[in-house]
């Protein structure tokens, strides 16, 4: 229920999350990236609030509790502001620090009593990361290392209804008891790492593996974790899960046919049956690729896809992943580019990333046009 921001490097960290935020207003106008919560039944939207800086949400309960991060401040060529985790209350309302300790601190997921995880990267340079777990509504923070057999380089990326936590730790994915106590390994697809996304409330876990033949594929496991099932591809050499339902449906994406060279650049959104049965093709919005990050119980998707001008758009399907829907078309939204859409819960609410004008570039916009039509008028 969450998109998860890669830890391997301070720069690959920033470039994932500013890649959400990249939109295609003209770089003339300065740009902020704001995360929105929108109740798909009545297409109301909620701008969350910041941390002082762009925000990212990752995910949302069943409560309209949002997680994500934010940055604390503007970067200047002199000040890298620090990446730190948030919480909201019910509805994307108020936002919190959850106070974890770090400079790049994610929270790509939260279950339904607001108990939040995510990862810890201490400094900008640092090479180590911890995953942690938070109690309820977002209240303490535990390292996980206090809790389990882990060590340095952990993260967290998944917590399913009874707090067992899906990640990776050094190069293998794990799963956890409840409320994040001990560690179990998952093992590989046959290939050296694995890495796990999302667990569902069965404790079905999904995410990626290298395989015996050297390519990397999705995964999903049964209950509580047991075994590995590779899911195969759309036709080309990888495949990695995000997200996972209560009845199993697994979302990801995947390289597509005309991706058999492994240049990553030819990629489809897919959602799978119950219990990861079948691989379907989801398209995109006319581009070359799109990527779901999340799933409900009704089966609704949600991500982002490239258009047919190159623009990287948010959308929602239907139930069962039918139908790929532009969300700034639905929302008839003008006010930038919504970017990307991270998670939906089953009340039919959604948090996405958009890049908007700053409020100074309104001001100059709104001149701009006054001119404009002075001028017009005058001829």
């Keep these: 229920m969450k998109i998860i921001f890669s830890f391997k490097g301070s720069g690959l960290v920033l470039a994932a999350l500013l890649s959400l935020g990249t939109g295609s207003l003209s770089p003339v106008f300065g740009q902020q990236t704001v995360s929105y919560l929108i109740d798909l039944n009545s297409k109301a939207m909620t701008q969350l609030g910041s941390l002082g800086g762009d925000t990212f949400a990752s995910a949302i309960n ?65 090479p180590t990361t911890s995953g942690y777990i938070t109690g309820p509504n977002g209240m303490g923070v535990m390292d996980l290392r206090t809790l389990g057999d882990f060590g340095s380089g952990t993260s967290a990326h998944g917590i399913n209804s009874s707090g067992q936590v899906v990640g990776q730790s050094s190069v293998l994915a794990f799963i956890t008891g409840p409320n994040g106590v001990g560690k179990t390994s998952l093992g590989t697809l046959g290939g050296t790492f694995s890495n796990a996304n999302a667990i569902n409330n069965a404790g079905q876990v999904v995410g990626v593996s290298s395989t015996g033949s050297g390519g990397d594929h999705a995964f999903i496991t049964g209950p509580n974790g ?154």
């Design 62 to 126: 069943d409560a309209g509790q949002v997680v994500g991060s934010s940055f604390l401040g503007k970067p200047t060529p002199n000040f890298a502001p620090s990446l730190q985790a948030f919480i909201t209350g019910p509805n994307g309302m108020g936002i919190r620090n959850l106070g974890v300790r770090g400079f790049f601190v994610t929270a790509p997921d939260i279950n339904d009593a607001g108990q939040v995880v995510g990862t810890s990267q201490v400094g900008p340079d640092a």
């Design 226 to 379: 047991a075994g590995m099932t590779d899911l195969g591809t759309l036709g080309g050499t990888f495949s990695d899960a995000s997200a996972i339902n209560n009845a199993g449906q697994v979302v990801g994406r995947s390289g597509t046919a005309a991706d058999q060279d492994a240049c990553f650049c030819q990629y489809h959104a897919f959602i799978t049956g119950p219990n990861g049965a079948g691989m379907t093709d989801l398209g995109t919005l006319g581009g070359p690729t799109s990527a779901a990050a999340d799933i409900n119980d009704e089966g609704r998707v949600v991500g982002s896809a490239d258009t047919a001008e190159g623009v990287r758009h948010a959308f929602i399907t239907g139930p069962n992943g039918v139908g790929m829907i532009d969300l700034n078309t639905f929302l008839g939204f003008r006010s930038g580019v919504i970017s990307g859409a991270t998670g939906i819960n089953n009340l039919g609410q959604i948090v996405a990333i958009a890049t908007i004008p700053e409020p100074s570039s309104y001001a100059l916009l709104l001149a701009g046009l006054g001119v404009v039509s002075f001028m017009a008028r005058r001829r």
